[in-house]
């Protein structure tokens, strides 16, 4: 079976993290790295400590894990994690399970062990959820396993929101494919008819997924997780609108306020993005009260598949104070302390963040990473960026922002006619 290989590396991580005293869960705020952690939380059956992190970590952050005495380390769907410097703290052991395409990252610290299906092949697309899903040891015994339907929800989050949607029907096809016929029967019977999944459904249930982030970012994350972790529905419940629950009434909260946020958004896109024809691109600012940039981001695309899309918008002021606070008091240093808060706080007011979206021939994921290179940092936090092929992000000083949009544009243009994309 494909990737059985990673699938294995995959559970003698989840192993070691079910051994460990202290462990940590690192995960993307997104559906993909939050359902990650939910099905990781659901089988361990006990509390583990969980960080979201969009962004690579530095010293401070490590100072933080040192003085909560975490041991072992997981990240999940945490590319910007690879070449954090975990020989520098007491974590023994650093697991980054991930899926995104290696382009020039390195892994030089020796305590971090990558796990990524690339290193078996480029061409299939799998993603973390499913790397999870697949190795957990109740699925190796075929036992019931929580939160088991909504894992196709993670595993098909980044195809709906990262324009792979020319995949998307052979990845729910595949999906239905991966497992024996007891297994399937199984499934079926308990959750739902994977043959009857249809495209529809999946892009609900991913944008239901994403609503808590887009809401309240890190926040959302953490509170979607712990009532994952609570309630342990089923696929079938959350998309019935008749069903309550504190977690259901949540998501569907959440789905409201950002629905109308990007309608709006992807409304001003037609009419006030600015316009490169030289590089067939186009940019917006949209508000930061919501982040769902990476939606109109997605949906502008869909809608003008010949040109490169990219959305910006201020970095999200955090909803809650208190945990970033919490954390930064570990810190016995003043000056540490006071830096830990410029990038968690007041940050927001200086940083702006980009999502790109190609439906072309454009790698938008080497035009963000070859970018962000020239950029400056402050206050220790770096400019990053990088991601998919068709769908990158990246993050850059505001001063800095024309000086980037300026190497965007000439970066797709060059893209262009080098690939003689007309």
Same mark, same amino acid.
């Given at each position: 079976? #494909?990737?059985?290989?990673? #699938?294995? &590396?995959?559970?003698? =991580?989840? /192993?070691?993290?079910?051994? /460990? ?20 939380? *659901? ?9 979201? *992190?969009?962004? *690579? $970590? ?10 909560? %005495? ?20 007491? #974590? ?18 020796? &305590? ?21 899903? @697949? ?24 195809? =709906? #929101? ?11 096809? &595949? ?8 297994? @399937? ?6 959750? $739902? ?80 993005? &600015? ?6 691109? @186009? ?29 910006? /918008? ?10 970033? @606070? ?12 006071? /830096? ?20 072309? %021939?454009?790698?938008?994921?080497? *035009? ?11 206050? %220790?936090?770096?400019?990053?960026? %990088? ?25 797709? =243009? ?9």
């Amino acid at each position: 079976m #494909v990737f059985e290989s990673t #699938v294995e &590396r995959v559970r003698t =991580a989840l /192993a070691a993290v079910s051994k /460990a005293k202290n462990p940590l869960i690192i995960f993307d705020p997104d559906a993909d790295g939050t359902l990650s952690a939910a099905l990781l939380q *659901a089988h361990l059956k006990r509390r583990i400590a969980t960080l979201p *992190a969009s962004s *690579a $970590l530095d010293a401070l952050d490590l100072k933080i894990i040192d003085a909560r %005495g975490h041991d072992i380390v997981i990240g999940f769907d945490t590319w910007t994690l690879y070449n954090t410097p975990f020989s520098r703290s007491r #974590v023994s052991k650093a697991f980054i399970v991930d899926h995104h395409p290696f382009n020039d990252r390195t892994t030089p610290d020796p &305590r971090v062990e990558v796990i990524n299906p690339h290193q078996e092949s480029a061409e299939p697309y799998i993603n973390t959820t499913e790397l999870v899903f @697949r190795a957990l040891p109740e699925n190796e015994q075929n036992n019931n396993t929580p939160l088991e339907d909504l894992s196709l929800v993670g595993s098909m989050a980044d195809l =709906a #929101v990262h324009n792979c949607h020319d995949r998307l029907d052979h990845a729910v096809s &595949r999906y239905s494919q991966l497992f024996s016929d007891d297994f @399937r029967n199984k499934l079926a019977l308990r959750t $739902l008819k994977i043959d009857d999944i249809s495209k529809e459904k999946v892009f609900e249930a991913v944008k239901l997924f994403a609503s808590p982030m887009a809401r309240e970012s890190d926040e959302g994350a953490l509170k979607l997780l712990e009532l994952l972790a609570k309630e342990k529905p089923t696929l079938v419940q959350l998309l019935d609108p008749s069903f309550n629950s504190p977690l259901a009434e949540y998501l569907r909260s959440c789905l409201k306020l950002v629905d109308k946020f990007v309608e709006r958004g992807v409304k001003d896109f037609k009419t006030k993005s &600015r316009h490169f024809p030289e590089a067939r691109l @186009r940019i917006m600012e949209v508000s930061n009260e919501c982040r769902a940039k990476d939606i109109i981001a997605s949906l502008a695309g869909l809608q003008n598949p010949s040109i490169t899309v990219v959305i910006k /918008a201020r970095w999200p002021k955090p909803k809650d104070e208190t945990r970033i @606070r919490a954390f930064a008091k570990t810190l016995i240093n003043e000056e540490e302390r006071a /830096a830990y808060t410029y990038k968690h706080l007041t940050a927001s007011e200086e940083w702006v963040s980009y999502s790109l979206r190609s439906q072309g %021939g454009v790698d938008v994921s080497r *035009a963000a990473s070859d970018c962000v290179k020239t950029m400056r940092s402050k206050n %220790g936090l770096y400019p990053n960026g %990088g991601g998919h092929v068709k769908a990158s992000g990246a993050s850059v000083l505001l001063a800095d922002s024309e000086r980037f949009e300026k190497c965007i544009i000439e970066h797709v =243009a060059k893209q262009l006619k080098e690939k003689k994309i007309y």
